[in-house]
């Protein structure tokens, strides 16, 4: 009994050992353009539009545009507070140089009230009663005094005008830049392509759903690939059990769950490094395999179309 045990499972494991190894793949882009969710004033953006998912587009294209009531609205606000900002600098600015323009006034007034002061206290003594020399000597100390308060005044204001106007400037340099930052995060609300291409949805990273016109998607999240047809390859993902039966530059044959006429050779490029877990996987973890065509495609192939790949068992 024991011996015919033992046949029994050497019999299926000879069995499983020659099944071929079957992985689950998809043709990957090797370049491709991603577009994410932009910065808003909000930490959530609504997809308002997005190009149907296979259109083909060409550069300059949009693709994705997102909700912009809320922007629009402070865009307008912004631009009737820099009007405002910008009259009352006018207003203030008017304000400093009349001011100023009477600290300069004074200052004259106190000039010429020195140079006539001057020319009443240079009188001979001997010309004038004791009582009138004094008062012009008088006069003159106090036009002195004057002069420089008026200097003293004219220098304070002329610093109280040039702060005034430096913080002027500053309120309306503020306003502009909050202005110039809103209008560049409204002109990112429309996205466009710079390279041709073929439109394809991105899975939610939470949901696993495909995110599409009308989703709320969070500030930095993809929402859409234009993949290069340029230089395709297989993705493919093998069970963490399976690492011992593949190997690098392997051949393995791909077939296409779209065209199940076709088969095309290829080689194991590489091999990740690290099992994942995949949702609605099971409990397994899955290593992350390319695939390199063996000769270029003569079918017209685009990413994300599904495939199997067999890998040859290698010889012993």
Known sequence: MPRLLFSVLLLLAINAAAEPLL?????????????????????????AWMVEEGERVEPGDAVVQYDTASISANL???????RKVRAESRRNDLVQDLALREAQHALQIAELTLKKARLDAGIP??????????QYQLALTRALNGEVEAKKALAVKEKDVAAEKQRNQVLIAGAENELRRVQVMLDNMTQRTDRAGTAMYVDHPWTRQKIREGDSVQR?????????????????????????????QQPVTIRFDAM?????????????????????????????????????????????????????????
């Open 23 to 47: 992985l689950t793949g998809e043709v990957a882009a090797r370049n491709s353009q991603v577009f994410v969710a932009p910065q808003a004033d909000s930490w959530m953006v609504q997809i």
């Open 76 to 82: 307008e606000q912004l631009e009737a507070t820099l």
């Open 125 to 134: 003594r001997e010309l004038l009663s004791e009582l009138q020399y004094e």
């Open 220 to 248: 930095g999240f993809s929402v859409l690939e234009i993949p290069s047809t340029d230089d395709l390859h297989i993705r493919a993902w093998l069970n963490e059990v399976d690492i011992a039966r593949i190997a690098d």
């Open 260 to 316: 199940p006429s076709v088969t095309l050779a290829g080689r194991v490029e590489r091999i990740g490094n690290q099992a994942e877990p995949k949702q609605h996987w099971g409990g397994s973890g899955y290593i992350d395999v390319s695939i390199r065509f063996a000769d270029e495609p003569e079918q017209t192939l685009l990413p994300g179309m599904s495939v199997q790949v067999e890998v040859a068992e290698e010889s012993p």
